[in-house]
């Protein structure tokens, strides 16, 4: 990977989407003045904004327009934005640090901050809904995608299994099938929504593209696991070993830190060959495969 382009990219898609985002959301001093500060407060000015790097990625494959790609890319950082909010409330995990500064509802309050993760998850379907981004019925694929990836055969769902896993013994399988839902149903379908902002793939290569999209997103959960294990709050700018500490499962729990960097490995190289036919435009999609497996926050 040739890092320092790598770099100089995903500087410029992180400072286009908070361009972005910053025009998107509503305004602080437009009423209710509390609840858009909140929204603003966990979306803007963090974050790594991977998501919203898959979304470019995959639209250079398929020679989407930058211009188009930057309204799935906010809608995707939104609902991103509003999981983290939910998922750090006091009901959920019960977390008072988010990418290095106090959680939402701590920083306001809990009603808030529930409200602001609602209003961003509509506000999201809103814009898919008001730009016309992809061709013919892929529009609506790609809005229908979308609602499955958040929903309860998605983010939501997976979730809910996280909840319930609380001081249970999950197989492997089990652990993997919770978190293609948590993790890699967003992350998949920042991939494709992507791609559907551009020229259409034939079948063969759709379903490569989504063999790749599905390994990334559970590595990026594998990784996220070792992370947790190894590294600090200053560090990722979150709680580090709370899921340890609460007595959840997670990759390091249950396979040992060793085997959990190998099979993130493992699944590097198999999105990798997912991809190895589409030549110099899934140049992106491969730098941002080994920056996934390979980040060190």
């Given at each position: 990977m040739n890092t320092h382009d790598f770099q100089a990219w995903s500087r410029g898609v992180a400072g286009d989407m908070e361009t972005a985002l910053a025009e998107l959301l509503p305004a602080q001093q437009?009423?209710?003045?509390?609840?858009?500060?909140?929204?603003?407060?966990?979306?803007?000015?963090?974050?790594?904004?991977?998501?919203?790097?898959?979304?470019f990625a995959a639209g250079a494959l398929t020679q989407a327009p930058a211009q188009k790609l930057r309204i799935p890319a906010a809608a995707v950082e939104m609902i991103h934005a509003y999981s983290l909010i939910h998922d750090d409330?006091?009901?959920?995990?019960?977390?008072?640090?988010?990418?290095?500064?106090?959680?939402?509802?701590?920083?306001?309050?809990?009603?808030?901050?529930?409200?602001?993760?609602?209003?961003?998850?509509?506000?999201?379907?809103?814009?898919?809904a008001e730009y016309a981004l992809a061709r013919g019925e892929n529009q609506l694929k790609l809005i229908q995608l979308f609602a499955v990836a958040c929903g309860s055969r998605g983010m939501a769902g997976g979730q809910a299994i996280d909840l319930d896993s609380v001081g249970k013994a999950?197989?492997?399988?089990?652990?993997?099938?919770?978190?293609?839902?948590?993790?890699?149903?967003?992350?998949?379908?920042?991939?494709?929504?992507?791609?559907?902002?551009?020229?259409?793939?034939?079948?063969?290569?759709?379903?490569?593209?989504?063999?790749?999209?599905?390994?990334?997103?559970?590595?990026?959960?594998?990784?996220?696991?070792?992370?947790?294990?190894?590294?600090?709050?200053?560090?990722?700018?979150k709680t580090v070993g709370k899921d340890k500490a609460?007595?959840?499962?997670?990759?390091?729990?249950?396979?040992?830190?060793?085997?959990?960097?190998?099979?993130?490995?493992?699944?590097?190289?198999?999105a990798l060959k997912a991809i190895e036919?589409?030549?110099?435009?899934?140049?992106?999609?491969?730098?941002?495969?080994?920056?996934?497996v390979r980040r060190e926050r």
């Amino acid at each position: 990977m040739n890092t320092h382009d790598f770099q100089a990219w995903s500087r410029g898609v992180a400072g286009d989407m908070e361009t972005a985002l910053a025009e998107l959301l509503p305004a602080q001093q437009v009423m209710p003045n509390r609840l858009h500060d909140a929204m603003r407060y966990s979306t803007l000015g963090g974050g790594k904004r991977v998501r919203a790097m898959l979304v470019f990625a995959a639209g250079a494959l398929t020679q989407a327009p930058a211009q188009k790609l930057r309204i799935p890319a906010a809608a995707v950082e939104m609902i991103h934005a509003y999981s983290l909010i939910h998922d750090d409330l006091p009901c959920m995990d019960d977390d008072v640090l988010r990418r290095g500064k106090p959680t939402c509802h701590v920083e306001f309050d809990e009603a808030t901050a529930l409200l602001a993760g609602d209003a961003l998850q509509s506000l999201a379907f809103q814009i898919l809904a008001e730009y016309a981004l992809a061709r013919g019925e892929n529009q609506l694929k790609l809005i229908q995608l979308f609602a499955v990836a958040c929903g309860s055969r998605g983010m939501a769902g997976g979730q809910a299994i996280d909840l319930d896993s609380v001081g249970k013994a999950l197989t492997l399988p089990e652990l993997e099938h919770m978190h293609i839902l948590k993790t890699g149903a967003l992350i998949r379908a920042s991939v494709l929504m992507g791609a559907y902002c551009g020229e259409e793939l034939s079948p063969q290569d759709f379903d490569h593209l989504d063999r790749y999209a599905k390994c990334i997103g559970l590595a990026f959960q594998v990784v996220d696991d070792i992370l947790d294990e190894e590294s600090d709050a200053l560090t990722l700018g979150k709680t580090v070993g709370k899921d340890k500490a609460a007595n959840k499962p997670t990759y390091t729990s249950i396979m040992g830190l060793s085997p959990a960097r190998r099979f993130a490995e493992e699944l590097l190289a198999d999105a990798l060959k997912a991809i190895e036919g589409f030549d110099v435009p899934a140049d992106r999609l491969r730098q941002l495969a080994e920056f996934i497996v390979r980040r060190e926050r």
